[in-house]
């Protein structure tokens, strides 16, 4: 069974630094890309960025480029999103969602982590 | 890189059908066909319901089916019942090499 297995739920001060994870099991993790996605309360959702774990390559949207960084440790099976100085922006649900390709297809998201709630708050 | 367009929100009697439209540019939703759609039940993750515009993962209802014209894909509901109420969310591949959202539309099943 392929699953995404994301860290606790993280309350941190604004300036602080913070490192979340996803682990994958049941399929090989090296075979496909992880996506971060965040859900700000009460909003829709929004595409950070992905890392291929075969070879670290990241690509990420331009309205996150140089705020996360997102990481991975093929030995363990584990994708990371950190930040080095939070801020109240930050308070979010985030999300790890694993990247398929049909044969001739596109990218999907066709399983998801269960989600790390982050609260940066004085 | 904006968000795809997409209707705040939709409602629907049992029973009915309902279409939500989901609007992108030539360097997305019109330049791809690799709309995928997503549908989120409130305090869960999302879960994929159509992939490349039209195609359904196994085990999810045929009563769920999209489709593409131009710059705007779409998800129709048919039949629909009280567990399909939800947020649903559009998303494309883009000519940058990255995914897009659409904002979210709420569908109320009256």
């Known amino acids: 069974e392929v699953q995404l297995v994301q860290s606790g739920a993280e309350v941190k001060k604004p300036g602080e630094s913070l490192r979340i994870s996803c682990k994958g099991s049941?399929?090989?993790?090296?075979?496909?890309?992880i996506s971060w996605v965040r859900q700000m309360p009460g909003k829709g959702l929004e595409w950070m960025g992905r890392?291929?774990?075969?070879?670290?390559?990241?690509n990420y949207s331009p309205s996150f480029q140089g705020h996360v960084t997102i990481s991975a440790d093929k030995s363990i099976s584990t994708a990371y999103l950190q930040w080095s100085s939070l801020k109240a922006s930050d308070t979010a649900m985030y999300y790890c969602?694993?990247?398929?390709?049909?044969?001739?297809?596109?990218?999907?998201?066709?399983?998801w982590g269960q989600g790390t709630l982050v609260t940066v708050s004085s | 890189q904006s968000a795809l367009t997409q209707p705040a929100s939709v409602s629907g009697s049992p029973g009915q059908s309902i279409t939500i439209s989901c609007t992108g540019t030539s360097s997305d939703v019109g330049g791809y066909n690799y709309v995928s759609w997503y549908q989120q039940h409130p305090g869960k993750a999302p879960k994929l319901m159509i992939y490349d515009v039209s195609n359904r993962p196994s085990g999810v209802s045929n009563r769920f089916s999209g489709s593409k014209s131009g710059n705007t894909a779409s998800l129709t509901i048919s039949g629909l019942q009280a567990e399909d109420e939800a947020d649903y969310y559009c998303s494309s591949y883009t000519s940058s090499s990255t995914q897009v959202f659409g904002g979210g539309t709420k569908l109320t099943v009256l």
């Open positions: 890392i291929d774990p075969s070879d670290s390559y990241t």
């Open positions: 969602a694993r990247r398929s390709i049909a044969a001739a297809g596109g990218p999907y998201f066709d399983y």
């Open positions: 049941g399929y090989s993790f090296t075979s496909y890309w």
